[in-house]
């Protein structure tokens, strides 16, 4: 069975909000969000453009690879979009979201390689499902019709 174009920008859309990396530090817990990071001692969030327009100093290489999912992202979520108002092609949202979710398997690496860092890759795993669930039933019927 194959979701409707709105239930599958539904799904797209709550990937915006969820956690891809989950960084346990001691006992400080901070949320790598495609919008910015939620920091819980002290409580604060930094979006993703001043994350990486403002606070560019001394940032890891690997860290990089949160921006290129984010704009991934940003690409999938355009494509479900345009299903709705009128046609998706749901190999670009499927590739588009697969490509956000392998981008934060750097940023689990490079912070699980940090002393006293434990990265936890939720985003991953969830927009994989994401992509399996609503996107593969449509990729493996074939191009004639997206949806």
């Known amino acids: 069975m194959v979701a409707d174009p709105r239930r599958r920008l539904g799904a797209v859309a709550l990937l915006g909000v969820l956690p891809w990396t989950v960084l346990i530090i001691g006992s400080e817990l901070t949320l790598v969000l495609p919008i910015g990071l939620v920091n819980t001692d002290p409580l604060q969030f930094v979006s993703v453009y001043d994350f990486f327009v403002r606070f560019t100093a001394g940032l890891p290489s690997f860290i990089e690879a949160w921006r290129t999912g984010v704009l991934l992202y940003l690409v999938a979520l355009a494509s479900a979009l345009s299903g709705v108002v009128w046609r998706e092609d749901a190999r670009i949202t499927a590739l588009a979201l697969v490509g956000a979710a392998l981008s934060q398997v750097g940023v689990f690496f490079g912070f699980n390689r940090r002393l006293g860092y ?25 191009p004639a019709d997206d949806g």
């Not at 985003?123 to 074939?142: F, K, N, S």
């Open 118 to 142: 434990v990265a936890l890759p939720v985003g991953t795993v969830v927009i994989l499902a994401v992509v399996w669930w609503y996107y593969w039933p449509l990729l493996a019927r074939g």
